[in-house]
């Protein structure tokens, strides 16, 4: 269904034409500080209308506390936050119900949901929801960013690639030259991490963070360390030399984890982004009313290149999986201490 | 924690030279016929021993039925099957207690459970527990095989390359003739999915499936369709287009998956399979009684490559998450009618 | 947490002085009609302020969709569902802050939350969040009505006894004179229940309802069929004569549930409400800043009798309970179709 | 299905006259020290055939341990246990096929699992189940035994009535005068817990106590502190006045939780225990072949007041939830450590 996550449980809800979006996040720790200045920052990443190449849909995107926080603190009790929909063009979804959109979910969701799902726009399959994971990423970021753990957690997303350039102004160049949509490569790293996250099999590091990676729209595909570099190597190129008592590696081809557990190292991981479904071309698609194939062109307003704007959602959907195991491992207190006191 | 799935539910359990490794599965319905002639072939096919390249280690790989199935049939109530470890030879581990293996879980388990994990041939940590896994696929697989649904479904893996060679045979003699193990990557296909199983965001057909891959032991990375190389492709090229009701696409880029959901095409995926841990070469690791560096090199019976043997796993790991979604979306009834009946 | 149910799922979340109380309701199948006119009855009857001996404090309580309904019919997504709080006097609790109410969660909340839990009003502990989970009985009731389910299940809560007395005028009488608060049991049944809902052990019948029904503010008992009572019966007197082939029995000690599972009979079970631990009576409690016990009276305004506002509670969690099982055993549709036409 | 708990989490399977009955622990904290002798005084005290009124069938009830348990410590890992069923006879149950005996789960799990169950003696629904009960209740009490919380816990279960009667010789006495079954009533107190275990509403301690204390065959009623008496009580007599810091009350009517949480009382619950099913009176029941009411009969083994062996069990389910409920407040390590050495 919609939730993630055991202890730090985060549930999704809404849809892009709908009155707003929101998260629950429960088990966050009461006491954790939390005012609208943290959010800012990381909404401010994910919105697109800034940068070249990504959607002109401009929302405010406030978050609207209705749960969980007072006196600008969590209280401990499940935080609910909410987005207004404010930008909405409905129209321009409801003249093409019976044309699904190639490469997006609309004949799945019309089949899944027996053509009862709400079709605006994407509705509950929206990237539009992703604000909610950037909002619950913000709280877990902060959970584990210092104060009680040493240090703190860094966790950094980066665009490697747009359209296989690593000059990314040239990669979506690309992209609107040939007036197409286009995909990319993002990486993130994350530093600071005990040794002993995770376990074996079901509950291992990379089978969270995928699980989670997953639920990002347009993801396809997702690797650690080396990746599918490493099915190309052999073993005594791969293995990485344990160099001292904190587990630090001479190299870092497995990328944090061994055995589905954190092993102090940071942990490195990319994922592929798919071109976006909604391009300037021109396509083939079933009208399912007529039963025939007819030329499909997008209208709306579409992101060119929707890896430029999932750096932040990846950072937060990994911050999720991370805040969950620091919480299972008692890396996080139940209860935040004041700031200047002294966790007891 | 061990478990995985919602109404088909799997727990794992044992270690590597314990009395035995074992599986429960909870949530199996009524009525599937299940003989010990059902479960042979697969294990069969995940056993050493027996193929270049595998590790000379035997074992029976029996399945003992310990509950849940009564007159070769499912019961309804949970299934344990137990398999005994019999070819066990742990002085080859208690020697080199505190010299962590490279690449291995050894040094992260000891952190993790403070030194109280079982140690021997990895303990829990092990890939000799994937016999479990293997058992519960024969159950998945049948419950999805026809009789109910339609045609039934088909699940096969097949290794793709050795060592960056396509030709398997020469990538394992690279790794024969170099002393040292090496990776493979495996590709799986579904055929005969209905459309709609999935949901968007966390429960994705690709999170679910991703989640359960990355509890195979060596896997390092997993894509979808056309995965990573999606990244460099334009929307236009990557877009599939719907050709009839069914929801057949012409091209199937997506790989069988869209917005999260089967859209009635093949599911392929493809698995990174990093180079076995245990290389005959020698290496280097930390010592953590004398906290000095030394060279380490493997004794005990090992894969020289663990992708050959990872086929069948995938498939297994595969069946469990559909049958899951089967279960979810009401395409298996809660009891397995009769042979030649028809449900009700 | 603050979750309950496998497939038909819900999150509550809110505080009693917050901005709104809710509800999320995840699993609700596609299709499912909903109009406001359908939440207003139960809605009234939770209500306070109509009856003597409930709190004067009136509240809308109009249910606000904010996500998972269109067009007048559930989605398929995730249904969230507000109330905003607009008649607060937060005031009359800042007040006595060190002075935890007798009865109340004050003292427990200070502790588990250190101090930073939303004390206004009982915060998240308020009975007040119980609004949300007469809405989402109010739709786990529909979906069980008929139209699929031959004939529907009826569910019907009723008030036994108010301070000992089954006329409850006289026993609500008693503590107005008495100028104190006063409890009550209450009586649910629920007939139409297929065969065969539930399981042994941890999933029985009465395991699901009675943890839902503790998730009721006041309650401290429950039991089924003849309850207490069967503990001094002998067997011969209390097992159920089995009738016919639908399982019904000649008497209905067992209150529905045999073993775990529903047998075709009435469910019968009574809880057991405490009296309102907020009484116009003046006691005793700590002031934990003078550390010294003082005389405490109540302000704000309450209810004399929870037990009569109930009903319509426990028929929610009830409903809720059972929705749940009927989506487990497929008795429910993960698409409901138009009305009038029949499902496929 | 078959599992119960968040951290520390049970799954139980096997049948009657299957070849075991087991349960799997799944978060049991690496490092406790776990030997046969633990198992033996609870395993002895759940036994029949020692007591009047108990069964004589006599089970050796050893656990054995296939998973989790090494060099006499927990690992970390799941720890499986099974139990032989040895005297079983099972020709007793399949004379009578056709004929569901009255207040059993025979006729229900027909229904229920169209006749795969394993019907010999009561299969996956019998009361032999709770033997792995009472071992996973024996880890948890160790879990919770001092050493590192302060003092321990004390969990103790008595039987307060037998058939009525607190001479519990007297009940006894009138079931075997009547040769029938009769029920009982069974209390359990819990000292030396801590404030703020549970959370409000779902996870309340009544119902996270009360869904596990269901899961015991034959229960009919729970009820807390002053139970269903407190419904007949006004606000004044039954508020607990707390008096001092450490939350302590003069009266303890709650029976040690308030608002969901523990307020660091002692807990006080009872339990109602129906009269066994299986009495040695002739009564009425169906013959689903012939469709006709037929006299019934008993034969088999039976315990004439399953209250008699109850207190163990209660006092296991109990153990298993508050130990999840001490991991998930931080209250027991995740890595227990060695004796005389302190928590780092």
Redesign the interface.
Known sequence: ????G??F?V?????SH?????I?I??CP??LPLVLEDFLPDLERRKGGIQKGTTPRKEDDLPI????V??Q????????I?FENNNTRSGDYEKQRAV?R????D???H????G???YRG????SAR?TVGLVAAGVIAKKLMSGGVADGGVQIKANIL?I??ETDLEKGLQR?ID?K??????VECRVSGLP??LG??????V???L??????I?A???????????????????????????T?HT?TNH??GV??????GNEIVFRI????????P?E????N?ET?Q?ENFSVKGRHDLCV?LRAPVILEAVTAIVLADLFL???HI?????EAGQKES
Not at 11 to 15: A, L, N, P, R, T
Not at 102 to 105: F, L, N, R, S, V
Not at 258 to 263: D, L
Not at 333 to 337: L, Q
């Open positions: 269904m919609n939730s993630f055991r202890l449980r549930h999704i809800f809404g849809e709908g009155e707003s979006v929101g629950n429960d088990g009461a006491g506390f209705r749960s969980g007072f006196q603190r969590a209280t401990g009790a499940p935080i609910t909410l699904p190639p490469g997006h979910a004949f799945v969701a089949q899944k949901f027996g009862f799902e709400d994407g509705g509950a399959f929801l690639e359209g296989g992209a040939a197409d949509s286009i995909g990319g490569i040794v002993g376990e074996p099999f079901f509950d291992s990379e089978s969270l995928a699980h989670a990676v997953f639920a729209p993801v396809r595909g997702v690797e650690f360390g080396r990746g599918f570099a490493a099915a190309r190597m052999f073993g005594s190129q791969h293995n990485d030399a344990i160099e001292d008592m587990g001479r497995a990328g061994v055995g589905g557990i954190t092993n592929a982004i798919k071109p976006t479904s909604s391009t071309k396509q083939l698609t079933l399912w039963e194939l890896a299972l491992e008692q207190p139940r209860i935040w201490p």
